[in-house]
């Protein structure tokens, strides 16, 4: 998987009606032998920032959920790989961050969409898909710079 196509699996996803964090979590999935509906489940109460709760963005949450598969260790006494996705889960949350302003869902819903435009569901349009390539293109990014795809 490329880069770019790695960013188009998530926009497509997305736009088929998964959630932020399933979006990721279904492209980068398969990459660490997740299959497609534990992907789907595990992932699906994070969407609207946690459950609608407007909380961590979906496509961060997603993200960490990916770290977790790549970096995390089996042995609880690991400390090295342990620290290192704390590590890259600081990092990416630090870079969406410094892009636009937060992590937060409704955060960024209030900044670039109104009110009405996410009672009509056109925030999706408007910024979410732009956090989703943002994020997946930075994930991707890491995990190769790592050599964990």
Same mark, same amino acid.
């Given at each position: 998987?490329?880069?770019? =196509? #790695?960013?188009? %699996?998530? +926009? /497509?996803?997305?736009?088929?009606?998964? #959630?932020?964090?399933?979006?990721? +979590?279904?492209?980068?999935?398969?990459?660490?032998?997740?299959?497609?509906? /534990?992907?789907? +489940?595990?992932?699906?109460?994070?969407?609207?920032?946690?459950?609608?709760?407007?909380?961590?963005?979906?496509?961060?949450?997603? /993200?960490?959920?990916?770290?977790?598969?790549?970096?995390? &260790? =089996?042995? &609880?006494?690991?400390?090295?790989?342990?620290?290192? /996705?704390?590590?890259?889960?600081?990092?990416?949350?630090? #870079?969406?961050? =410094?892009?636009?302003?937060?992590?937060?869902?409704?955060?960024? +819903?209030?900044?670039?969409?109104?009110?009405?435009?996410? =009672?009509?569901?056109?925030?999706?349009?408007?910024?979410?898909? %732009?956090?989703?390539?943002?994020?997946?293109?930075?994930?991707?990014?890491?995990? @190769?710079?790592?050599? @964990?795809?």
């Amino acid at each position: 998987m490329t880069r770019q =196509e #790695a960013i188009d %699996k998530v +926009l /497509s996803l997305f736009n088929e009606g998964y #959630a932020c964090s399933q979006a990721i +979590l279904l492209a980068f999935g398969p990459e660490f032998n997740v299959d497609e509906k /534990s992907a789907k +489940l595990l992932s699906a109460t994070f969407g609207g920032g946690m459950g609608r709760l407007r909380e961590k963005c979906g496509a961060v949450t997603g /993200s960490f959920m990916v770290f977790g598969l790549a970096y995390a &260790p =089996e042995n &609880p006494k690991d400390m090295d790989n342990k620290l290192l /996705s704390y590590r890259r889960v600081r990092e990416l949350n630090n #870079a969406i961050d =410094e892009v636009y302003g937060t992590t937060a869902c409704g955060e960024l +819903l209030k900044k670039f969409a109104t009110r009405e435009a996410v =009672e009509q569901r056109q925030h999706h349009q408007m910024i979410c898909t %732009k956090v989703l390539a943002e994020t997946a293109g930075r994930l991707f990014d890491m995990l @190769k710079e790592d050599g @964990k795809i």
